[in-house]
């Protein structure tokens, strides 16, 4: 009887698939049906691009006529078919005291393309300006059309304005505003302007053109108690690296608290630069 059970059992698994079929799965109409969504997508997807290629090009179909560039306002520019992007180009470029002395000078817009210029380059009509050019003051007294006058800009503080503030600063834009208050979090505040030249985006030209316009209070810097810290507080700051942070902290876990800036020099990881760049952001207390 026990042989007989065990024979039965062995012989089940080849009599199996005799009695039960194994259900098949069309893996080919799943391919075909992919392939033809894939395409459906892809079909849309071209038409909205050419709706919107042919909507953007009737917005600035250029409708010809006699101009002046000189203050000539945003909607002539536009008729004009140039986009609100190149329009903004000539803006700044009226903004900083530019003008157009003859036709010629509107190829040096650089976002005006050599075929947009030989388009509107015959209907160029500048007007008399040569009193104009001749002024010393021209570039003080020359207000382009379209653009609100704009007064002596105020001294902006760089530890205290918001993004707001930092863009209204000509020569930063929301993206620099937004990395200056990221490295002022981290940093814990500015002690002197020349740091901003330490932010990604930042050159010496840069920095000429705005470093009039700014300001630093240092009694507004966040700074830290070298007795008290933990590693939590100190963590991000930018002139300090991880193994840095930790040496400070075991050497004073050692030796006890600091009496004075100058005993981070018995630090082997410390060097007198680190030191003095980090001293107005220390504070020694018991």
């Excluded at 030796?255 to 060097?271: E, Q, W």
């Amino acid at each position: 009887m026990l042989f007989s059970l065990m024979g039965l059992v062995l012989i089940i698994p080849f009599l199996y698939p005799l009695f039960i079929k194994t259900e098949k799965y069309d893996f080919e109409s799943f391919r075909i049906e992919a392939e033809r969504f894939r395409a459906s997508a892809t079909k849309k997807g071209r038409e909205q691009k050419k709706g919107r290629s042919d909507q953007e090009l009737s917005l600035v179909k250029p409708v010809y006529f006699e101009f002046d560039p000189n203050g000539l306002s945003n909607q002539r520019w536009l008729q004009l078919g140039l986009s609100f992007k190149q329009i903004r180009v000539i803006r700044n470029y009226e903004l900083k005291g530019g003008r157009f002395f003859k036709k010629e000078d509107l190829r040096r817009i650089y976002s005006i393309s050599p075929e947009q210029y030989k388009s509107l380059e015959p209907y160029v009509r500048i007007s008399n300006t040569t009193s104009l050019k001749d002024s010393k003051n021209f570039k003080t007294n020359y207000k382009p059309a379209g653009i609100p006058t704009r007064t002596t800009a105020p001294i902006i503080e760089l530890n205290s304005a918001d993004s707001l503030e930092l863009e209204s600063v000509r020569g930063i834009g929301p993206a620099f505003a937004s990395r200056i208050i990221r490295f002022r979090k981290r940093l814990g505040g500015f002690h002197r302007k020349e740091q901003l030249l330490e932010i990604y985006g930042m050159d010496s030209v840069k920095y000429d053109q705005l470093k009039d316009l700014i300001k630093v209070n240092a009694g507004l810097i966040n700074q830290i108690n070298l007795n008290t810290f933990t590693f939590d507080e100190i963590r991000r700051h930018p002139y300090l690296t991880y193994k840095q942070m930790n040496a400070i902290i075991q050497y004073r876990s050692q030796h006890g608290s600091f009496k004075s800036i100058d005993d981070l020099m018995k630090i082997a990881m410390l060097n007198e630069e680190i030191i003095r760049k980090i001293e107005p952001y220390i504070v020694l207390s018991p």
